[in-house]
């Protein structure tokens, strides 16, 4: 048992790691959501297509993607506390490079490193949270990470739009990368890996438990072992899926797609991705603890895949309902689609607690992959269907071509959850401590 001090230590420590990283995670769904409120002024600053629009967007998501695993090793050995204030740095430069760029060339070196700063910050919460909270409340943590990390997406939608009506994009971008620089050093300064870097025992020793065993070989060992359990997989697939649709839609087309097939203007159409962005937050979050107070996963994932999948069709078939229905879709859609979050949790699940950053890094770079991949192919896509038609304004004929690819993807998603290894909220590795 700890005494009032060490209580106050161990939350005090708890809550500052989350908080400031947590703070961080935050810039990182900004980033990520922003191209979408900001896709008229990209296109007419740098005199971009579709395809090439959707190609800056998404130079964001190739770094991501290529980090995913590296963050993990890097978390599991460097631990998270250097590794996400080493991002926050690079993330701010790009930040910084992003809204002073002049050509197209230079804003996509910005938003490169942007990708390549805020790619680690998830992975180093996760681990952070694994290293200062209880086994059992991981799923609960991992919901309000994502509650938090939403406050970006929603901050990059209507309040964005609003404030462009007072200061340019390149302003908001400046400004939030020297924000980025300051939370690296705090990161730095106050952020420690896990209580026993302070004198504290670890949650598991406080709960009775034998704490979880270190990896005793190479980190290479590790990741091999992760990639070779077939049961890290499905959730790579729901990822690549459901989330790769979710943010390829959220991030960049569902504003433009709501402005030119159903005349919206931006403030109504951000609306409605603001909705689909805050189902997402509050989906993350009730669902993390849903699975947690049942003690399943499997099934909430797949009950909510499918409706998630079901919530495309209306769009599909250029019959989105009227203001009040559409809103309620959106939200609906944001709301199912959280449900991929609880791949993180099983990937951590059926592999060792040692391996937890490289496991869940894993699973997550399908969401990148997925985005890195639609954003530009639904571009394309568009720019494809809309060709021949001379000046006209881009309508539903072309757009019907781009929303057919992420329904695609999200039965894509829809199929992983079948196979998702059900792990009862525990772990489920044979080599793994209860």
């Known amino acids: 048992m700890l005494n009032s001090q060490q209580a106050g230590q161990l939350s005090r420590y708890r809550w500052t790691a989350f908080a400031i990283v947590g703070l961080a995670y935050v810039l990182s769904f900004f980033h990520r959501f922003a191209p979408a409120a900001i896709s008229s002024e990209l296109q007419q600053t740098f005199h971009a297509s579709s395809a090439q629009l959707g190609g800056l967007a998404a130079t964001y998501f190739y770094a991501y993607l290529v980090m995913q695993i590296p963050t993990g090793i890097l978390v599991d050995t460097l631990g998270p506390r250097r590794v996400a204030a080493i991002g926050g740095v690079i993330a701010g430069i790009g930040s910084l490079l992003f809204g002073m760029a002049d050509t197209l060339a230079v804003a996509s070196v910005g938003r490169l490193l942007i990708g390549l700063g805020v790619s680690v910050t998830f992975i180093s919460l996760l681990k952070l949270n694994a290293s200062w ?21 929603l901050l990059a939608a209507a309040p964005l739009s609003w404030a462009l009506t007072y200061v340019s994009w390149r302003t908001v971008f400046v400004s939030v990368g020297g924000f980025s620089l300051l939370l690296a050093a705090l990161a730095w300064w106050l952020v420690r890996n896990n209580p026993g870097e302070v004198g504290l025992p670890s949650l598991r020793e406080l709960d009775g438990k034998v704490s979880h065993p270190p990896h005793g070989g190479h980190w290479y060992d590790g990741l091999k072992i992760v990639l070779k359990n077939r049961a890290t997989w499905p959730g790579f697939w729901v990822n690549l899926g459901v989330s790769g649709s979710l943010f390829a839609f959220g991030g960049l087309w569902a504003v433009p797609f709501l402005r030119d097939v159903y ?58 309902p009227g203001d009040f229905f559409s809103y309620a879709l959106f939200f609906l859609m944001g709301l199912c689609a959280a449900s991929f979050t609880l791949s993180w949790s099983c990937a951590k699940e059926v592999n060792r607690h040692a391996l937890s950053g490289m496991s869940t890094s894993v699973v997550n770079t399908g969401c990148f992959l997925g985005t890195a991949i639609l954003q530009p192919l639904v571009g394309w896509a568009i720019d494809r269907a809309h060709s021949g038609i001379g000046n006209t304004p881009i309508g539903p004929d072309a757009y019907q071509a781009g929303i057919s690819i992420m329904f695609g993807f999200s039965m894509i998603g829809l199929l992983g959850t079948l196979f998702i290894r059900e792990t009862y909220c525990r772990y489920v590795d044979s080599g793994q401590v209860d």
């Open 263 to 320: 005349g919206m203007d931006r403030a109504a159409a951000t609306n409605h991705t603001t909705l689909l962005l805050a189902g997402f937050a509050i989906g993350a979050f009730f669902i993390g603890r849903l699975s947690d107070r049942l003690g399943r996963r499997k099934p909430i994932m797949v009950a909510a895949a499918l409706i998630y999948c079901l919530c495309w069709l209306p769009m599909l078939r250029g019959m989105l």
């Open 133 to 153: 909270f209880h086994d059992r409340h991981f799923a609960t943590m991992t919901g309000a990470t994502l509650l938090l990390g939403n406050t970006g997406s």
